[in-house]
């Protein structure tokens, strides 16, 4: 069993994360100009899942990722990331871990943003996806990007 944890998806590196997290940001920003909302919200937990997964590689320091990690948990991947103690620290009354905790519950809708009709999701939803990942000062990427 032990073995099997320490496999790699060797044909995924680092940099690819890294990029591909980014790449996913500016799908959302073209679905959302498209009226595509529901999807470019998945697009943007997309891009907070493979964020983690890319800090999960530096914190290892592994250029490959874990294939026992491909999973779609965001608080599981928060905790591999070696972020989730400094995110819960934050101060009270502090933007970020309320914006992590919305971002959340949108992945747990993640199946019916796949499968419901697209108009399901409203341009205001979408916004405040992009708002609690994306705010400069209170989104929670530009958070995790600081992070050391």
């Excluded at 590196?13 to 529901?38: E, F, K, N, P, Q």
Aim: net charge negative; proline share 6%.
């Amino acid at each position: 069993m032990a073995g099997e944890f320490a496999k790699f998806n060797t044909a995924i590196t680092r940099a690819d994360l890294d990029a591909a997290w980014r790449d996913r940001l500016d799908d959302a920003a073209a679905l959302d100009s498209g009226g595509r909302h529901g999807t470019a919200i998945a697009y943007r937990i997309y891009a907070l899942e493979i964020y983690l997964k890319y800090r999960i590689c530096l914190r290892l320091d592994v250029q490959n990722p874990l294939k026992k990690l491909e999973i779609p948990d965001l608080e599981a991947l928060l905790v591999f990331s070696g972020l989730s103690t400094a995110l819960y620290a934050l101060p009270d009354p502090h933007p970020v871990p309320l914006h992590w905790t919305r971002l959340t519950d949108f992945s747990t809708q993640l199946n019916d943003l796949r499968y419901l009709p697209a108009a399901t999701w409203t341009q205001a939803q979408s916004a405040d996806s992009a708002r609690w990942l994306e705010h400069p000062t209170e989104g929670v990427l530009p958070w995790l990007t600081t992070q050391a």
